[in-house]
């Protein structure tokens, strides 16, 4: 039989994916082994390793030191752990794992919609503390006629606008650039905060979206407003956030994501106010098993010279 393709597995990600490219490919744990020794297996891979496989949001820097390297195999959607320069230069192809993965982000989006207009958390600790025995629990807020306003209205951002409209929200959206929906358009954050109820983030990461979540915007959205995140942490200026909440510049937030994680901010934790979980977006078997065939089947598909099922760019 042909020897298998090796491939170097830079970080630790989705345990099914990697034994099944256990069994599919010659695999070198990089993220197993200490500095030293990581440096030593590369040296020993610059042959004829041309193949990674790695988490979208980080990976290691010393994948680049292949000189061979072909494909770089993306676990997640995100890529910014992707140094493109580099991949661009070299001509090394980038893929990744999107649209399998819509619908549990959209489904937790909504969930959290739900949670934080209804403060389910803290009813939920409400009962379970005996103070329904003292009295009756805070009202909440109704979803009807509300303006939900997504910031970055991609295919994620449209499914949340299928499970939105049933539930009678209004929707309101920022993008770079306007799309042909029948939905009112703001120019920029501020103004789509000021407009709205619910202010969610599906922003991507990198540079043009790095703090654009900023002291401003939260202001716009105002003491009655909402902010949910299940994009990236880095689009939120945390400083601002903690500030908005503190102050109830903003009446609450939700968070998946996090600029740190998975460390999040002590002022985070103490607050009433704020949902936190532990970015699980796409964390169903279902998502996560779809997620690691895609990454599977283009390293397959670049190993049999056919064409890569979602690259990149």
Not at 8 to 28: G, S
Request: some cysteine.
């Amino acid at each position: 039989m042909p020897d298998k393709t090796k491939l170097l597995i830079a970080n630790e990600f989705h345990p099914e994916t990697v034994e099944e490219l256990d069994a599919q490919f010659e695999c070198h744990k990089l993220w197993l082994l200490p500095p030293p020794d990581q440096k030593d297996l590369i040296d020993q891979l610059k042959p004829d390793c041309k193949a990674v496989a790695t988490a979208s949001w980080a990976t290691n820097p010393l994948i680049y030191d292949l000189p061979e390297l072909e494909i770089i195999s993306c676990f997640g959607v995100g890529v910014n752990g992707i140094d493109f320069e580099t991949t661009r230069s070299r001509h090394i192809f980038v893929t990744n794992t999107p649209k399998v993965l819509n619908d549990a982000v959209a489904d937790i989006a909504v969930s959290l919609i739900l949670a934080t207009q209804r403060n389910l958390i803290n009813a939920d600790r409400f009962v379970r503390d005996g103070l329904w025995l003292e009295g009756s629990f805070p009202f909440g807020n109704s979803l009807a006629g509300k303006t939900l306003g997504i910031l970055g209205l991609g295919n994620i951002g449209e499914e949340i606008v299928k499970r939105a409209l049933p539930l009678k929200l209004k929707i309101a959206y920022h993008n770079r650039h306007r799309k042909n929906l029948p939905y009112p358009y703001y120019a920029n954050a501020i103004e789509l905060a000021a407009n709205c109820d619910i202010l969610l983030c599906m922003l991507p990461g990198g540079k043009e979206t790095d703090k654009l979540v900023n002291r401003e915007v939260l202001e716009n959205l105002g003491p009655e407003g909402t902010f949910i995140n299940v994009g990236r942490g880095s689009s939120v200026d945390d400083e601002a956030l903690i500030w908005a909440l503190q102050s109830k510049t903003i009446a609450g937030a939700a968070l998946d994501v996090y600029n740190n994680e998975p460390h999040v901010h002590q002022e985070l934790l103490a607050m009433k106010n704020v949902i936190l979980l532990p970015h699980i977006g796409s964390a169903t078997i279902e998502t996560r098993t779809a997620m690691g065939q895609l990454v599977i089947d283009n390293l397959l598909a670049w190993a049999q010279r056919k064409p890569l099922l979602t690259p990149v760019e």
